[in-house]
C-alpha cells in the first residue's frame, strides 16, 4: 500500500464512542421499501445510506477489531447489519446472493489475546469474511495481532 495522496479522503467510524443501534423490528421496518416511517426510522434509514454511501466512496477499506470472547465486538456487528441491505449491498439470484459492492480492497487488523488463528474458536475472522464477501468485498490482506504468551 502506498502512501496517502493529496487527493485521497480518509472517513474514519469509531464504533465504540459513535455506537450504531442493534438491528431490531423497527429498524427492520426502516429498511424496508414503501412503508411509512417514523421520525426515527426516517434517522436509521439515514444512517444506513451514509455508511453504504462512504463505503461505495473509498476504493480501500481497512477494518480495525479486537477478538470479543472469540468473534467481532457487536458495534462491528451492528454496522455490518446497517450495511447489509438487500438491493443496496447484495442481492438475490437464481444462484444464491451477490455482492454489490465491487472494486474494493478490504484490509483487516485484528487482535487477540491466545492462540486462535485457524482454529474452531476463532470465528471472527471467518464472520468477517463472509459478510465482506456477502457484499461485494474480498479482503486483500489480514493482519492477526496476538498478545505474547
Given at each position: 500500500?502506498?502512501?496517502?495522496?493529496?487527493?485521497?479522503?480518509?472517513?474514519?467510524?469509531?464504533?465504540v464512542n459513535?455506537?450504531?443501534?442493534?438491528?431490531?423490528?423497527?429498524?427492520?421496518?426502516?429498511?424496508?421499501?414503501?412503508?411509512?416511517?417514523?421520525?426515527?426510522?426516517?434517522?436509521?434509514?439515514?444512517?444506513?445510506?451514509?455508511?453504504?454511501?462512504?463505503?461505495?466512496?473509498?476504493?480501500?477499506?481497512?477494518?480495525?477489531?479486537?477478538?470479543?470472547?472469540?468473534?467481532?465486538?457487536?458495534?462491528l456487528k451492528?454496522?455490518?447489519?446497517?450495511?447489509?441491505?438487500?438491493?443496496?449491498t447484495f442481492?438475490?439470484?437464481?444462484?444464491?446472493?451477490?455482492?454489490?459492492?465491487?472494486?474494493?480492497?478490504?484490509?483487516?487488523?485484528?487482535?487477540?489475546?491466545?492462540?486462535?488463528?485457524?482454529?474452531?474458536?476463532?470465528?471472527?475472522?471467518?464472520?468477517?469474511?463472509?459478510?465482506?464477501?456477502?457484499?461485494?468485498?474480498?479482503?486483500?490482506?489480514?493482519?492477526?495481532?496476538?498478545?505474547?504468551?
Amino acid at each position: 500500500m502506498t502512501g496517502k495522496k493529496p487527493a485521497d479522503s480518509i472517513t474514519v467510524h469509531d464504533l465504540v464512542n459513535n455506537l450504531i443501534p442493534a438491528i431490531d423490528a423497527k429498524i427492520l421496518a426502516a429498511f424496508a421499501p414503501g412503508s411509512s416511517k417514523t421520525q426515527q426510522q426516517e434517522a436509521y434509514l439515514a444512517l444506513s445510506n451514509q455508511l453504504i454511501n462512504e463505503l461505495k466512496q473509498h476504493d480501500v477499506i481497512v477494518i480495525t477489531s479486537p477478538m470479543c470472547d472469540f468473534s467481532l465486538p457487536s458495534q462491528l456487528k451492528n454496522d455490518f447489519d446497517f450495511i447489509a441491505r438487500s438491493g443496496e449491498t447484495f442481492k438475490y439470484t437464481e444462484q444464491g446472493p451477490v455482492g454489490l459492492i465491487e472494486n474494493k480492497r478490504a484490509f483487516v487488523l485484528t487482535s487477540r489475546g491466545g492462540i486462535h488463528k485457524d482454529t474452531p474458536i476463532d470465528t471472527m475472522v471467518p464472520y468477517s469474511t463472509l459478510f465482506l464477501n456477502f457484499v461485494g468485498i474480498n479482503i486483500s490482506s489480514l493482519f492477526l495481532l496476538k498478545a505474547p504468551h
